[in-house]
């Protein structure tokens, strides 16, 4: 069966500062994808970035990139610079495919200080 | 190109009850998703649907249904309420049926079941 671990329930992180958000999966199926969804207080889920299993390269968006480390079973979000904006509860996610479901993680909230 | 929809954003409604929610994804996206938010389960995964196809459904009993129409729009419905739906229900929007790297949120609709 398919899982995701985040084991840092709570980060505190100085402004402007780098973040890496922990993220562990488990997984038999040698095709999936891997997201990380920013999730403010209002609610809505906020696609951060993708990776899949076959890609070679870590996905890059802007601030936000994923260290994959597929040997390990790891995808880390790392957050440069951060913002205060980047408060927020932070997921991470996986999925098999088409029509499948996505399957979170517990989550990180993440607190940026000014 | 408009985001993914939810109506209405807030429900407060009673136990035995039955309440309909409603989701219209991008324009053009196919696929929509259902989960529920809640503090101790986390995000869990209600069913997907395809082209007015459910083509998967998580764990949640039958009182959870839902459908979707030909313009792609979806409608979740949970009858005989209970406290425990007290959530916040999510839909996911995918493009042309493929998982792996869109799928975009709205905003969701939080239920309060008194």
């Known amino acids: ?114 | 190109k408009a985001g993914v929809t939810q109506t209405p954003r807030y429900l407060i409604k009673t136990r035995g009850q039955q309440v309909t929610l409603s989701c219209s994804p991008i324009s053009g996206h196919r696929s929509v998703s259902w989960y529920q938010q809640t503090p101790g389960q986390g995000l869990q995964f209600l069913f997907e649907y395809f082209s007015e196809t459910q083509r998967n459904k998580g764990n949640f009993p039958g009182r959870f249904s839902g459908r979707q129409f030909s313009n792609s729009r979806s409608e979740m419905n949970v009858s005989t309420l209970e406290l425990g739906d007290s959530a916040l229900y999510l839909c996911a929007s995918g493009s042309s049926g493929y998982a792996y790297n869109e799928q975009f949120f709205g905003p969701g609709t939080r239920l309060t079941v008194l």
């Open chain 1, 1 to 114: 069966a398919q899982k995701i671990t985040q084991t840092q329930p709570g980060m505190f992180v100085q402004e402007k500062e780098a973040v890496t958000l922990d993220c562990t999966y488990d997984t038999s199926d040698p095709s999936y994808g891997l997201f990380w969804y920013k999730q403010p207080s209002s609610g809505e889920m906020i696609f951060l970035i993708y990776q899949g299993s076959y890609d070679q390269q870590n996905a890059t968006e802007g601030r936000y990139s994923l260290n994959f480390q597929k040997a390990r079973k790891s995808a880390n979000l790392v957050i440069s610079a951060s913002q205060l904006g980047d408060s927020a509860m932070y997921f991470c996610a996986m999925t098999k495919g088409e029509g499948d479901k996505i399957i979170f993680g517990k989550g990180t909230r993440l607190h940026i200080l000014p």
